[in-house]
């Protein structure tokens, strides 16, 4: 179905004035950002002083939460996020210089081996203290020690139960000391400072619980199962943090400038706008720019997932993060390192993380009642039925399954890891999303809009048929070539560029004759040239009875010696996936339609090719706005895609905002959602990885909680045991971190 919005004039190619029908530098001010309430929140949107703190140490995902909620409530304190993927902490606050050793005793208060420290915004340091951390990691290998001593002592004790009780009930004690003696220490300390609800106090309270009622074995044999889920989940955890970000860290520690004809290693941070670097096959692109000498091929993959490698040349730009794979070449740098490509990747990913999801924030609301309610329901559990039956044992030992599943780290933990993970699959793809809002937000929209020069057509005017009335193809565009060898208007240019690439040799005309908003009147060897729209063949008497205008674009009419020779069009080159990406798209079950400001002829044809729904043509940049909130009205959640300065409102406006990365920065800006390759298909890509993400983030959700309810139901009936419910609270954790990372691999 084509809609049309407006019934204006077609607009036809003339000098001095734009026929094509943009808006070109066309700016709106006016928009009213309070019509629109269910825009996804941007992550600290706050005006006062933002800074990053990296969180070392940092191990569970529930005293992350807990963390960032203390850091909100001071008062010196606008803001806080606590990413716990990237372990980064972002407070707003006017008073930055006062605040790192308040941050740093409310972290300890709730992990005691976290440590506050600033971001460093070096590349080489920030690489040293990555593997300083990895370093650090290797303390796991003494986890494994006390691990295995503490598994020999547990099985000493089973086998000597029976035969020699006293000595059984020592190795139990002793291997208790050594995997649970760290644990029992923290949770007294924490419960010094308040903490109750503390997973280090409740898994004592459980084992220690159950040496009192005699269950010495079951005690340690608990503790150990917990040492090693926990121990795996930290690896689990620490592995996909590191594939993500691994993946999207591109950043060079140092570039190769080139100063008169001498190479200098500098520290990437360092390299200029205007330097030449020099970029070795097999180097990655360090820095964005454009190449100045040499040629080679490009793996683009890195960025944007393309596997064919791209020939460049002098004057083809590059952008970091590719490959070069073959020849050598010097670029000059166009974008300092911290406004490049290979940062802007980072940072929306780290960025991307902080901007939390509606299930992400109920999930950390739903926790802070969830572990309160479990215990008071394994209070209720060890003394009601016992009051009843007298069976003190039992009920206790029910209750302290209860106690053991009611840490919530597995639900804290596998929502934001799935999210983070889809934000690393995106940028994988080429795919940007400036949060976990963005992804929520985009799985549930219903219609895409998409703008059409620069989204689905390529942006540059091309000659596509040349129509001709008595003469030759190569002769009709020889004609107008030579008229238009003094323009500079782009349909002019497109219609040389088009003769030079044939090879047709132009001839500057004698005479050059400029008719305002109706073309040109040349004199050369051919004859008089008439070359413009109908009004200019009618001023000078031409019969174009010939001509049809049933083609797609603008029409350029040549006249020769007053006789009507054929027509040109020219037209915005439709980019090669538009017809493939717009049916994927239908076939999920969403609407597709097109806004611009182009004539309605125009608008209507690519429409018609590209497989396009509904159109609206003619529009200005508060048009379009208008016609998106009847679209959103009409069919529900709408996803905008544009690229341009006046598609800034509508990109706000919009539900979910897409800019092309290939289109102004202020589009870039307001978008949620940034495709760096400007590739159609990456329309339909982005909706696949948001229904992945959040469907995997509502499956570890419902995992997690079923498996708890179950323990209990079984705890409650007698067949659950304390080693079940250590699996219901670590080993669904790990199950859950799992199921998060394999949206990376996905295809």
Not at 629 to 643: L, P, Y
Not at 687 to 711: E, S
């Amino acid at each position: 179905m084509i809609k049309q919005e407006t019934e204006r004039h077609d607009i036809e190619h003339h000098h001095h004035e734009c026929g094509c029908g943009h808006d070109h530098g066309h700016q709106h001010h006016g928009h009213d950002h309070a019509e629109h309430e269910d825009k996804p929140e941007k992550a600290l949107d706050s005006s006062a002083q933002q800074k990053i703190y990296i969180l070392e140490n940092l191990g569970c995902a529930n005293c992350a939460a807990k963390m960032e909620k203390k850091i909100k409530d001071l008062p010196e304190v606008e803001d806080a996020v606590i990413t716990f993927a990237t372990k980064q902490l972002k407070v707003a606050s006017d008073r930055q210089e006062d605040l790192l050793p308040v941050l740093q005793q409310i972290c300890a208060s709730i992990e005691s081996e976290v440590v506050v420290k600033q971001k460093q915004v070096s590349v080489s340091e920030m690489r040293r203290e990555q593997k300083e951390e990895k370093e650090h990691d290797n303390e796991s290998k003494r986890e494994i020690i006390e691990i295995g001593i503490g598994a020999v002592l547990f099985i000493a004790g089973l086998l000597l139960k029976d035969s020699l009780n006293m000595v059984s009930i020592i190795a139990f004690v002793a291997a208790y000391i050594v995997l649970g003696g760290k644990i029992v220490l923290q949770a007294y300390k924490n419960l010094v400072k308040g903490q109750v609800f503390d997973e280090n106090f409740l898994m004592s309270l459980a084992t220690l619980a159950a040496f009192v009622i005699g269950e010495y074995a079951e005690a340690v044999g608990v503790m150990l199962f917990y040492r090693v889920g926990e121990l795996f989940e930290h690896i689990a955890v620490e592995r996909s943090r590191s594939q993500i970000m691994d993946a999207v860290d591109m950043r060079p520690e140092v570039v190769n400038k080139v100063t008169d004809e001498n190479v200098t290693v500098i520290p990437s941070e360092e390299a200029e706008v205007g330097d030449i670097l020099l970029v070795r096959p097999g180097d990655r692109i360090p820095l964005d720019g454009v190449v100045v000498e040499g040629e080679s091929r490009i793996d683009t993959s890195p960025v944007t997932g393309e596997p064919v490698p791209i020939k460049v040349e002098a004057g083809n730009k590059v952008i970091s993060g590719c490959v070069n794979t073959s020849g050598m070449i010097k670029i000059k740098v166009e974008k300092a390192l911290q406004d490049s490509m290979v940062t802007r990747i980072l940072n929306s990913v780290e960025n991307a993380a902080a901007s939390k999801p509606k299930i992400d924030r109920f999930i950390t609301k739903f926790a802070r009642v969830y572990t309160p309610f479990v215990v008071f329901l394994a209070l209720a559990t060890a003394i009601l039925p016992s009051l009843i039956t007298g069976d003190w044992n039992h009920w206790i030992y029910t209750a302290i399954t209860f106690l053991v599943i009611s840490c919530p780290c597995a639900l804290v933990l596998s929502v934001p890891l799935a999210f983070f993970s889809g934000i690393g699959a995106g940028s994988r793809k080429g795919i940007l999303f400036k949060g976990g809002a963005a992804l929520e937000a985009l799985k549930d929209v219903k219609a895409i809009v998409m703008d059409k020069t620069g989204t689905v057509t390529k942006g540059n005017f091309e000659v596509q048929r040349c129509i001709t009335a008595g003469v030759s193809e190569e002769k009709l565009l020889r004609l107008a070539a030579d008229c238009e060898l003094v323009s500079t208007h782009p349909i002019g240019y497109s219609i040389v560029t088009a003769a030079k690439k044939r090879g047709i040799e132009l001839m500057r005309p004698e005479i050059v004759e400029e008719i305002s908003g109706k073309g040109i009147r040349a004199v050369s060897e051919e004859g008089t040239v008439l070359c413009g729209n109908r009004m200019l063949m009618e001023l000078f008497g031409v019969d174009i009875s010939g001509y049809r205008n049933e083609q797609y674009g603008t029409e350029v009419l040549v006249a020769l010696d007053g006789i009507f020779v054929g027509y040109i069009v020219i037209a915005d080159t439709i980019k090669e996936d538009a017809v493939s990406a717009v049916s994927a798209i239908k076939e999920q079950g969403i609407l597709t339609a097109m806004l611009t400001g182009d004539a309605r002829k125009s608008a209507e044809s690519t429409a018609e090719k590209v497989g396009v729904q509904e159109v609206y043509a003619q529009l200005l940049p508060q048009d379009k706005l208008e016609i998106l909130r009847q679209i959103r009205s009409a069919n529900g959640a709408v996803m905008f895609v544009g690229d341009g300065i006046n598609d800034a409102p509508v990109l706000a406006g919009a539900d979910v905002g897409a800019a092309m990365g290939s289109g102004a920065d202020a589009a870039i800006e307001a978008a949620d959602v940034v495709f760096m390759t400007s590739a159609m298909e990456a329309i339909p890509q982005s909706v696949r990885i948001a229904k992945v993400t959040a469907g995997i983030a509502m499956q570890n959700v419902v995992f997690a909680l079923a498996v708890k309810a179950l323990v209990m139901l079984l705890g409650l009936a007698g067949f659950a045991n304390m080693w079940l419910a250590v699996f219901a609270d670590t080993g669904v954790a790990m199950l859950c971190v799992l199921n998060a990372v394999r949206i990376l691999y996905k295809k």
